[in-house]
């Protein structure tokens, strides 16, 4: 319990609450600025946090990690323009009831469900994160080594609607990862002789190259669009208990989905929505108004977009596996720190564990307040000029991508991820996919080559030992399901472009 | 000559400017806390009256802050806090230099290193460690990585007995070893003290669930172990912990040299220093000159021993997932581009992200031009021509006034905003968050 009161303590110090405040302010609004992503937020912010205390550090990318699925939904429905790609959904039915004279009543569901769908995943992730972290330390590096490729054929298969190209590049995100020291021998590879890259690439400017400067250098291509604003009046956004019953088994519903599908790695808050939203219209009496206005699809689409929160923090902390790309950055910072996620960091800090906890609950709390409260200042904040606006947060990527490690050579790094990131959007190639690879196939290389090594090379285990076995047969099925089950997925897919008229949301966090 | 008079001359006013200390891990790591602790030792004992700035460039298993030191200005103002792993990067060829690259400084602190199991096996010695290992239908599966000193420590123990056989898996960090001990994924493997110490479960814990040190490779048994015997006693000759070094680049003038030594000697013996060694569990040693050089000598002598019939047994052990990767990666990058050339043939419907307002096809060339201003601004700021600040201020600007073409702008608060991103990035970096910046 010593480590839960120092979490308490430090969550519940000024500068603790502050945190969280700052933090989910920062969400909030970097969330609603369409073109801004917290992604892009939370791997700026993590190079500031190196000096910092480690339980402060984590409390803050937590509040704006809340912050920015949450901030999406205010342009997604004052402007029809999703503020991050986890709001794209809401805009379906946000943006018609605001023009329809109701937009207070439609932020005021958002607002609702997002706490709603926050805390009820936050609840999973309490419950279960402990279990889970007993099972996976009796995970060896075989079962390992099969969770992964389980993990990287899942986001492969459910990403988008071309395996191919998913596939493509969640390997090429590996492929990427494999430059520098190999851990299971101590020797350098793939570095043709330039001894910067003895480290290979890190994942931080790789990260801020492809989800910073891309967005930024795509932002700039669209700069003169412009949505239609429709204003907010004097209204308030807060809905009384008969609402939050009435929308009940929704709420329930899509928060569950959310917190399931975020905790299924690689697979981010959008998708999440997606799904949410499609069996809420499967579910409703009214399944013709969706996309017209319906209060059941924006309360669908932001609990669940919330809800992935929780869940993908569940392998995370338990397994040292990222659920989404968010959570791989979260994971660099937290080894930054020191600590290593997995089923240690129970025992070696729980006070880590806690906090993280903590801080998911109180600035999903602090989101709701500050949305209600100040939802028609938050929405000019989201207005800010872009001329302002980008040329700064260039500016902090490239001091960001320095800072790492005090050298040039990861701005270039930064510069040419950015480059590779624009061809393959050129092409429709998602780039979650690769971020995930990147990060996993070192995880799945590593645990294989030890593996082999602690069996003197023998691939049998694999096979042999239970849990691994397991892994890899539900990695064959999916992949067989996807590839060849193509009817049933059509099918599924074809109601979701039904839903969202064209076609599956954006891959980006 | 000239070099000769520049270089009394600078160590008669050293040190006038910053002093840098590399470390070649990340911030918050070991190598990290205890440099910033000799750091503040040197400040406390008012060593120098420059600043002391800690610079962390990790990665390459230390080697790419070494490779910094080693390549910069043999004039004292940048030094490198390493430890063992600098002699075992050149012996697993992840480098091409060694210690012989660098002017050793001094030995400050030694960590004692443990060899442990859990606590429920029947080994209950490093002999009988090592009878186990040399017998045929058994074999132990031992925790050390490779490249790293705890190998070669390994590859010692393996020899000291004959058919002695460890199937030696490097299993990263501390916790995965610990975590892979306790589920029997691995039977035995070398940790420092203060990593077992931590590890240690609490009184009552089942014996599947903790750890228990066999022996420890110091000289002498360690006071907060008392029970646990050293290698030496158990009549196997590994002696081995891992010391933290100081050095400067080779070729910096002996008195710069050896005024730091006396600096660094002087913070050893801060009692705040004394005080949070013995917290880190790090034995207070101290050695420079001659006995400095005895015992590099005689580290790397160990260490090149064991690794010469290491390189023969190792060659082709691992398939070469890296070359079936870029294979697998190539053939899927045909097949995207073969998708790609038959187009639409598929009738699929085109499954980009909703942007409903989008509106013709934007401005490429602006992107484009944005970017090209940006690289400048970057290869202006590693060259070095202008301050960073103002180099920063000049990107802000150059951008802004850019974008505001397109967007109406009012360009006053644009110059407001570039000064203040400028110089305020520029402060709240280095002096608030301390971050070195270029």
């Known amino acids: 319990m010593n480590g839960l009161e120092e979490a308490l303590h430090v969550l519940l110090s000024p500068s603790g609450f502050g945190v969280i405040m700052v933090g989910t302010f920062l969400g909030i609004t970097v969330g609603a600025v369409p073109g801004l992503t917290g992604t892009m937020l939370i791997a700026l912010v993590l190079p500031l946090t190196y000096g910092a205390d480690p339980l402060l550090s984590m409390t803050l990318l937590i509040s704006i990690y809340v912050g920015a699925v949450s901030g999406g939904m205010i342009t997604a429905t004052l402007l029809r323009m999703p503020g991050t790609p986890a709001s794209i959904i809401t805009t379906l039915d946000g943006y018609p009831m605001a023009r329809s004279g109701e937009p207070e009543r439609a932020l005021g569901l958002g607002v609702m469900a997002s706490t709603v769908g926050g805390g009820i995943s936050w609840g999973f992730l309490v419950l279960l994160t402990g279990p ?53 021998t101590g020797q350098t590879r793939w570095t043709f002789g330039f001894t910067e890259m003895n480290d290979g690439f890190q994942l931080l400017p790789v990260l801020i190259g492809l989800f910073a400067v891309n967005q930024i250098l795509a932002d700039i291509v669209r700069i003169e669009d412009k949505g239609e604003p429709v ?62 206005g319906s209060e059941e699809g924006i309360v669908a689409s932001e609990a669940a977009n919330n809800a992935t929160i929780g869940g993908s923090l569940i392998p995370l902390i338990a397994m040292g596996l990222p659920g989404s790309v968010v959570e791989a950055v979260l994971l660099g910072a937290l080894v930054i720190h020191g600590l290593q996620p997995g089923p240690r960091l129970f025992s070696e800090s729980p006070s880590m564990v ?44 490239v001091i960001g991508s320095y800072a790492l490690s005090n050298r040039f050579f990861d701005v270039w790094v930064m510069l040419a991820f950015a480059v590779l990131g624009m061809t393959l959007e050129q092409y429709k190639i998602p780039l979650a996919p690769f971020i995930i690879g990147f990060v996993l196939g070192p995880i799945a290389e590593k645990n294989l080559s030890l593996g082999l090594q602690a069996s003197e090379g023998s691939f049998l285990p ?42 599956k949301g954006g891959w980006k966090p | 000559m000239r070099t000769r008079w520049v270089a009394s001359d600078q160590s008669q006013t050293y040190p006038n400017r910053d002093i840098e200390i590399v470390v070649p891990y990340a911030a918050g790591g070991g190598s990290d806390t205890f440099a910033r602790i000799i750091q503040q030792g040197l400040q406390e004992a008012e060593e120098f009256d420059q600043p002391l700035v800690i610079i962390n460039q990790p990665g390459g298993i230390g080697t790419i802050g070494s490779r910094e030191v080693k390549n910069s200005q043999p004039d004292g103002y940048k030094i490198l806090c390493h430890h063992n792993a600098i002699i075992t990067a050149k012996l697993a060829e992840t480098v091409n230099y060694g210690p012989e690259a660098f002017e050793p400084i001094a030995l400050t602190g030694e960590m004692s290193m443990v060899v442990l199991v859990r606590a429920d096996s029947q080994i209950e010695d490093l002999q009988g460690l090592l009878e186990e290992s040399a017998r045929s239908e058994s074999s132990i599966r031992f ?41 029997g994924h691995l039977d035995a493997g070398i940790f420092s003290l203060s990593e077992y110490l931590d590890f240690l479960a609490p009184e009552g814990t089942p014996a599947n669930r903790d750890i228990r040190a066999i022996a420890v490779l110091s000289p002498q048994r360690h006071e907060s172990i008392p029970d646990v015997p050293t290698a030496v006693e158990a009549g196997i000759p590994v002696v081995l912990r891992n010391a933290n070094y100081w050095w400067a680049p080779k070729g910096t003038p002996s008195k710069i040299i050896e005024r730091i030594a006396v600096a660094l000697e002087n913070a050893m013996n801060e009692p705040t220093v004394v005080q949070e060694l013995r917290r880190l569990r790090l034995d207070p040693t101290f050695a420079v000159g001659v006995e400095l050089r005895d015992r590099l000598n005689a580290t790397v002598e160990n260490f090149e021993k ?54 013709g096809r934007g401005q490429p060339l602006l992107a484009l031009t944005a970017f090209g201003v940006v690289v400048f601004h970057v290869l202006a700021i590693q060259s070095g021509w202008l301050p960073l600040a103002i180099t920063l201020v000049s990107l802000v600007l150059l951008l802004g006034i850019l974008l505001s073409r397109h967007v109406a702008t009012r360009k006053l608060w644009l110059v407001e905003l570039s000064l203040l991103t400028g110089f305020g990035a520029q402060f709240v970096f280095s002096e608030i968050l301390k971050i070195s910046l270029p």
């Not at chain 1, 490729?149 to 590049?169: C, H, P, T």
């Not at chain 1, 989201?382 to 302002?388: G, L, R, T, Y």
Request: charged content about 10%; some cysteine.
């Open chain 1, 231 to 292: 204003s907010i009046g004097e209204k308030s956004l807060w809905l009384g208990p008969k609402q939050w019953l009435a929308h009940g088994v929704n709420l329930l519903r899509s928060s569950v989905i959310g917190t399931w599908i975020g905790m299924l790695p690689g697979i981010g808050a959008n998708i999440g929505s997606v799904t949410a939203y499609t069996v809420a219209k499967g579910f409703s009496r009214q399944p013709d108004k969706f996309g017209h």
């Open chain 1, 354 to 397: 806690y906090t993280i906890m903590g801080a998911m609950l109180l600035a999903n709390v602090v989101m709701a307040f500050m949305m209600i409260c100040s939802m028609r200042w938050l929405a000019k904040i989201a207005s800010v000029p872009k001329p302002f606006l980008l040329p700064v947060i260039l500016v902090f990527c």
């Open chain 2, 143 to 183: 925790a050390a990585n490779k490249g790293a000193p705890s190998y070669y420590a390994a590859l010692q123990l393996e020899q000291s007995l004959q058919g002695a056989d460890f199937t030696i898996v490097s299993s990263g960090g501390g916790a995965d070893r610990y975590t892979k001990i306790i589920g």
């Open chain 1, 462 to 503: 694999l096979v042999t030992r239970p849990l691994s076995l397991i892994f890899l047969v539900l990695a064959m099925l999916i992949l067989l399901f996807s590839l060849f089950g193509s009817s049933v997925k059509d099918r599924w897919l074809n109601r979701a472009e039904l839903v969202t008229d064209s076609g």
């Open chain 2, 306 to 359: 064991v690794a010469v019939s290491q390189n023969v047994s190792q060659a082709g052990s691992l398939p070469r997932f890296d070359l079936y990767l870029g294979c697998f990666v190539l053939v899927l990058f045909a097949l995207v581009t073969w998708e790609q050339i038959r187009g639409g043939a598929a009738g699929k419907v085109d499954d980009s992200e909703i942007q409903p307002v989008r509106q």
């Open chain 1, 132 to 184: 889970i972290a007993v099972l996976s330390s009796h995970f060896g590096f075989f079962e390992y080594f099969s969770l992964v490729m389980m993990a990287l054929v899942l986001i492969a298969s459910v990403g988008g609607s071309s395996l191919r190209k998913a596939l493509f590049s969640g390997f090429l995100g590996v492929f990427f990862a494999m430059p520098g020291i190999n851990v299971a």
